[in-house]
């Protein structure tokens, strides 16, 4: 009994907040799935304004147990230091409890990562626990190799491993195209839009950017990689388009969060998002009927396996069809307003056994998406 009074009380005390300066933060999840180390966001201007913080005072973030748990400052609409997020895990139509307050925050190592990758012909990679991926810039576009396709690194292990496959395959003691225990680059990407691009579609043709022209970092970590990414103008039919995207990956996910930002004269941009195709018969698509997403299995690779790539719309897709060498997510989009999406993939070697098992993991995060956390701050 005793031991019952103890719990209740400590529990009152943890959801008071206001008797130790601290913001209590409730999540619930409206629905039956889990939600395991799912990233939140909290308005960064409510939690100085609620603890009074100055400039040099730091936070921690605390579980239910009191325990402290990782947060990072991340960016919002371009903007950096916005939010304060942090990962939550909460039972199917349960709630969990969580606590900001000042205090030193315990070092915890980084689960994302990402750069500019001079030396490789101005890259940018980026990889979190699960996965890399990379673009191409402007050094590669100098010696014509064209592309503004998004290319994937398939990984097997958690831990950050761009710098190590960049300096073992320069220094060329191991390439990054051969798998050493940790995963490799057996991705194609080309002049093509790869595993999840975007380009305008007019007239019944893909119209595509080159390699990007400048790049800005805006996170990098511990839980969250954020980079702004600059095209340089480009024709698509008859109109001049301009492009700017921002690429965010969190912790845990397989799949990038892509904000592409198009101007033109035209109001309505006619875009596509699609996934390379390979003219394999070993090849899968997938495409459910409400058209929210669509899949692609690559043709099985005896030695390296299979890769799956997903794309998924913020909105359904008006048609998704395959053409052009692609399979494409038909949108309109208005010029000056952000084209949200989200793109990624998995590996059979890690994660993801069958195609059947991409599917599962591609529909939950839809469902996730439609059915958001629900945060509020006291």
Not at 220 to 237: H, N, S
Not at 251 to 274: F, H, M, R, W
Not at 325 to 341: D, M, P, R, T
Request: aromatic share 12%.
């Amino acid at each position: 009994m005793k031991k019952i009074l103890f719990v209740f009380i400590s529990t009152l005390f943890f959801l008071s907040g206001i008797a130790a300066n601290k913001v209590t933060v409730i999540v619930k999840n409206p629905i039956s799935t889990q939600r395991n180390n799912e990233i939140v966001e909290i308005n960064m201007e409510k939690i100085i304004a609620k603890l009074g913080l100055k400039e040099s005072e730091t936070l921690i973030v605390l579980d239910a147990k009191s325990k402290q748990i990782p947060y990072q400052l991340a960016s919002c609409n371009g903007k950096k230091n916005k939010l304060l997020i942090f990962p939550a895990t909460v039972k199917g139509y349960g709630t969990s409890i969580y606590a900001i307050q000042k205090g030193t925050p315990e070092k915890f190592d980084p689960k994302v990562y990402g750069r500019l990758v001079p030396e490789r012909k101005d890259d940018y990679a980026w990889e979190n626990d699960k996965i890399a991926f990379r673009v191409y810039g402007p050094a590669l576009q100098a010696t014509g190799e064209i592309s503004s396709g998004i290319d994937v690194w398939a990984k097997r292990t958690d831990k950050l491993i761009v710098n190590k496959w960049y300096a073992d395959d320069l220094a060329e003691r191991q390439s990054y195209h051969e798998d050493h225990g940790e995963g490799l680059d057996m991705y194609k990407v080309g002049p093509t839009l790869g595993a999840g691009a975007t380009t305008p579609y007019i007239n019944g043709k893909l119209w595509y950017s080159k390699n990007f022209v400048k790049s800005e970092m805006l996170d990098i970590g511990p839980l969250r990689m954020t980079v702004e990414l600059t095209y340089a103008p480009f024709k698509a039919d008859k109109d001049e388009i301009t492009e700017t995207k921002i690429i965010s990956l969190d912790a845990g996910s397989q799949l990038n969060k892509v904000e592409v930002n198009y101007s033109a004269d035209a109001k309505l941009i006619p875009v596509a998002t699609g996934i390379v195709m390979r003219n394999s018969k070993e090849e899968e698509t997938y495409i459910p009927e409400n058209k929210n997403y669509f899949l692609h299995a690559e043709p099985k690779d005896s030695i390296n396996g299979t890769l799956y790539e997903a794309v998924i719309g913020k909105q359904p897709f008006t048609n998704i069809e395959i053409k052009e060498e692609h399979i494409l997510g038909f949108q309109n989009v208005n010029s000056e307003e952000k084209y949200i999406y989200y793109q990624g993939a998995g590996w059979n070697k890690w994660g993801f056994p069958a195609f059947d098992d991409w599917k599962k993991y591609v529909k939950e995060f839809t469902e996730k998406l439609k059915n958001p956390l629900i945060i509020k701050v006291k």
